[in-house]
């Protein structure tokens, strides 16, 4: 790979669609992806990048991509490939099992039982169920 130059990194957020803010000391630059902000800044120098390791962290942190696919907005142009955020898992409920054998002999359904969010709303549900009618 070819050594990173300041101007490759306000390229590669020109064809990556970034919105250029203002002006200051750096060239700075925003992008909205699916789950935050991304935010870098590029030197107005047209030096190279010397450091890998700042490099890295660049790549990591500010533009949320990895150095093949720098390069590859760089050469063929944008925009960037991301991968997407991974969803929010759904917390895994462990219940009693003897709490959901009684829940189910009690007439609960398995949809019942799935939406249950702590072993303590399942005991609340138990109770109701076994109120008399």
């Known amino acids: ?8 990194i306000r390229r590669f957020c020109e064809q990556d669609r970034w919105q250029p803010k203002k002006l200051t000391d750096h060239w700075r630059y925003t992008k909205k ?13 047209s ?11 660049i ?3 500010q533009l949320a991509v ?4 720098f390069w590859r907005v760089i050469r063929d ?3 960037a490939r991301r991968a ?18 009684q829940l189910r002999n009690l007439g609960a359904t398995p949809d019942d ?10 005991e609340e549900l138990l109770a109701r169920l076994r109120q008399p009618r």
């Open 59 to 61: 790549l990591r942190e």
């Open 113 to 122: 039982v799935r939406r249950l969010r702590s072993q303590a709303e399942a």
């Open 77 to 79: 142009g944008g925009p």
């Open 47 to 57: 030096g190279t990048i010397d450091d890998p390791d700042l490099f890295a962290a």
């Open 66 to 69: 990895d150095e093949d696919e």
């Open 1 to 8: 790979m070819p050594t990173p130059k300041w101007s490759d």
């Open 33 to 45: 992806v699916a789950d935050r902000t991304l935010r870098t800044k590029a030197s107005f120098k």
């Open 84 to 101: 997407r955020p991974a969803p929010t898992p759904t917390p895994v409920v462990r219940l009693d099992a003897s709490t959901v054998l």
